[in-house]
């Protein structure tokens, strides 16, 4: 199985910075990497798949970028209602596997 | 809008079985492969089983091959789970998720607890 390995695991930031989180994969997994984002006791959201491309509806402070088997998660200019916990994901084959998460806290 | 609804959760005892359900609506269901994910209480995303499109392949996770079964029923636009010989560690909050090469669409998943 391919291994997802993000870090930080936790990061204290405030309302404006830019913050960002790396996910590195066991294996190359092409661009096969999605991020995605939890707050408590809600469902998951997908942000990013194809390591790069915003889903829908989503706002340009987030970005992605890599492929292989380092990439990462940007969020500019954070805001309040970016404090959650991120995922990445890849779905390069079966089985489908998530890195550990990042909690974004405020500072 | 895309809708995906799980249902079919609740508490069972160990070794028994459940079957999850998950209705969607606003899309062509017929048209998208679907996936089952699940959470256990105050842990990170474990994924669970894949079925294509037209339910032709399936794929799953280890920790459930043998004893969960994925199905559809695309004239009911409806995503199964067929969850048997439960145990204390399936216990989590199980989500359904539309996925189109990658972009995935979540339902608010449903709470299974497996408990004596």
């Known amino acids: 199985d391919i291994q997802m390995t993000q870090s930080p695991s936790s990061l204290s930031a405030s309302v404006g910075d830019t913050v960002t989180i790396t996910c590195r994969a066991s294996q190359a997994i092409n661009d096969n990497l999605a991020w995605l984002q939890q707050k408590p006791g809600k469902a998951p959201r997908s942000l990013i798949s194809?390591?790069?491309k915003l889903q829908s509806g989503v706002t340009s402070r987030f970005s992605g970028s890599g492929s292989g088997t380092d990439f990462t998660l940007t969020i500019s200019s954070l805001q309040p209602e970016d404090f959650a916990t991120y995922y990445c994901q890849h779905y390069n084959r079966y089985p489908i596997t998530f890195g550990q998460g990042t909690r974004l806290e405020i500072k | 809008q895309v809708q995906l609804v799980e249902s079919g959760g609740g508490v069972v005892q160990p070794g028994r079985s459940l079957r999850l359900s998950c209705a969607a609506s606003g899309f062509s269901f017929s048209g998208y492969a679907m996936q089952w994910v699940r959470q256990a209480p105050g842990k990170g995303l474990e994924w669970v089983a894949h079925i294509a499109y037209d339910g032709t392949n399936k794929y799953y996770a280890d920790s459930v091959k043998g004893r969960f079964s994925i199905s559809r029923d695309n004239s009911k636009n409806t995503l199964y789970l067929q969850m048997d010989s439960l145990r204390a560690e399936d216990t989590a909050v199980y989500y359904c998720?539309?996925?189109?090469?990658?972009?995935?669409?979540w339902g608010q998943g449903t709470l299974v607890t497996v408990s004596s």
């Open positions: 998720a539309r996925d189109f090469y990658g972009e995935w669409h």
């Open positions: 194809a390591a790069s």
